[in-house]
């Protein structure tokens, strides 16, 4: 996946009066910090030069995370969303995913950090029409009110970042603003799970059904230290590269994440939840299902469904075979 090119060139315009030597120690500085201080509700970034190394490492992996999310959701709920709420937006990742797959006509983006916030409408002033005319709100979403309303509200790579008082309060609060949906994504690290799992929870409670990845609404049947996540690869620049002392043109980005509206509607029958075990004539798949969690083998045999099983990966949805799937040992 690759960013919108005018988003690309965005950021490259943004990072272009840095040398990369202030860059480079910039980013180790923005990792250790996320790395050793999220979940403290403390500040992590507030300079211009923070800003922009952080949406030239973090802005593609976030909207290709985003993406792939929203598409999964966008499977199962087809309603209309003609507006945006960006919650914590950042540089606005989430926004320019959620615009390349709606015909938004309205944006708004909360942030909390200056510097955040005017890396972001500097981007914004080269996307389309919503994106170039979004609004921007300053405010903590954690100690002030939020009245905005919107058809789909977005909360990406925040939620881990606040205490568990603190999210709970904030999360009672988004749903509040989300006429339609509310999409959350998270690292897809067993911790980033933790707050998905925790968010599940507590939404079911309040009567919020789950639009995916979900194929139900029942308790998770995963271990407590086991977790769900998908992988979504990105394309990476010639800076970003640089930047992460990394050779290979893309990276991996492994993301968690909940779509949540406001009234029962179909969802997926089951979902891989690893990466398929292919071996010669068949496909190893397990999979989260309606009412279990199963192993699978699917082989030629089962024709339309074989090659559909070898194009899937882990988070699509998919249908088996009924009686022709037969039990797989456990392989790791």
């Not at 790395?35 to 290709?64: C, F, I, K």
């Not at 919107?150 to 006429?179: F, H, Q």
């Not at 968690?256 to 969802?267: G, L, N, Q």
Request: hydrophobic share 40%; glycine share 8%.
């Amino acid at each position: 996946m690759e960013l919108p090119v005018a988003l690309k060139q965005g950021i490259e315009d943004l990072t272009a009066g840095y040398r990369q030597d202030q860059m480079e120690k910039t980013a180790r500085e923005l990792s250790d910090r996320y790395r050793n201080e999220s979940g403290t509700g403390r500040t992590l970034l507030s300079g211009d030069l923070e800003a922009a190394v952080y949406a030239l490492v973090r802005m593609p992996a976030t909207y290709g995370a985003v993406s792939d999310a929203l598409r999964y959701a966008l499977e199962c709920y087809d309603a209309p969303m003609k507006s945006l709420l960006d919650a914590g937006a950042g540089s606005g990742a989430a926004a320019w995913a959620a615009a390349g797959q709606l015909a938004l006509e309205q944006i708004t983006c909360v942030e909390r950090e200056r510097a955040m916030s005017r890396i972001g409408e500097a981007l914004m002033r080269e996307g389309g029409q919503a994106l170039s005319r979004a609004k921007w709100l300053h405010l903590d979403l954690t100690a002030e009110p939020l009245t905005a309303e919107a058809d789909l509200v977005i909360s990406s790579y925040v939620m881990n970042e606040m205490t568990e008082k603190d999210r709970r309060l904030v999360l009672d609060r988004l749903w509040a603003c989300a006429g339609k949906m509310l999409l959350v994504v998270e690292p897809g690290t067993p911790a980033g799970f933790a707050v998905i799992r925790d968010i599940r929870n507590r939404l079911l409670q309040q009567g919020a059904h789950i639009a995916a990845p979900c194929p139900h609404e029942g308790e998770c049947r995963l271990a407590e230290k086991d977790w769900c996540h998908v992988t979504c690869r990105i394309q990476r620049s010639k800076l970003h590269k640089a930047l992460k002392h990394g050779d290979a043109p893309y990276e991996d980005e492994k993301y968690t994440y909940m779509a949540f509206v406001r009234e029962e509607i179909p969802r997926a029958k089951a979902r891989i939840l690893r990466h398929p075990y292919i071996a010669k004539g068949q496909i190893g798949l397990e999979i989260c299902g309606e009412t279990e969690n199963r192993k699978a083998v699917v082989t030629k045999k089962d024709g339309a469904c074989f090659r559909e099983a070898r194009k899937a990966k882990q988070g699509d949805s998919f249908r088996l075979p009924g009686d022709s799937a037969r039990n797989l040992s456990v392989r790791n």
